[in-house]
Structure formats: structure tokens, C-alpha cells
């Protein structure tokens, strides 16, 4: 996580095995197989069509609210953000 976040979210073993659980208890995930590799197993988990759902509902409302905070923004902040002009 730590890695696909470039280090902006590091969640402790203990609580992604809750989420993990929570999830497939939900419905949302299931269990997709297991891969041992250097002693341990990796666990494989799947998107279930109720999980896909939700992901889109949640991807459209971080889409919202990122666009009406972007359009908040005063427009010396944007230019900023994009760098100056040549």
C-alpha cells in the first residue's frame, strides 16, 4: 500500500487484514486463490460486481467533490499550481 500510495498511506498488517475481512464479509471482495512465495502465502483477492459498484460510486463522488474544489480555487492558485508561463 505504502508503495502504490508513492508512501502518502501506510496502514498497519492488523488493520488491512480487518478491512480485508470486512470487506469480503460485505460482499465487495472474495477470495481469489493463494500463491506461496518466500514462505508465507499471498493472498489473491477479487472484485466482486456489488465491490465494482461501490468503487464507481465512490470514484464519482472523489470526482465531484475534487471538481468543486478546483472550481473554488482562485485563478492566481491555479496558475501557480500549473507553473508560470513562458
Not at 500500500?1 to 498488517?13: A, F, H, K, L
Request: no cysteine; glycine share 8%; hydrophobic share 35%.
Amino acid at each position: 500500500m505504502t508503495d502504490s500510495s508513492r508512501g502518502e498511506v501506510r496502514i498497519p498488517p492488523q488493520l488491512v487484514t480487518t478491512v480485508v475481512n470486512e470487506l469480503e464479509y460485505g460482499g465487495l471482495i472474495r477470495h481469489d486463490g493463494d500463491e506461496p512465495v518466500s514462505g508465507r502465502f499471498l493472498r489473491y483477492l477479487t472484485l466482486t460486481l456489488r465491490g465494482i459498484a461501490a468503487l464507481e460510486r465512490q470514484v464519482e463522488a472523489f470526482e465531484y467533490k475534487a471538481a468543486t474544489a478546483r472550481a473554488a480555487l482562485p485563478p492566481s492558485t491555479a496558475r501557480a499550481r500549473r507553473g508560470p508561463r513562458i
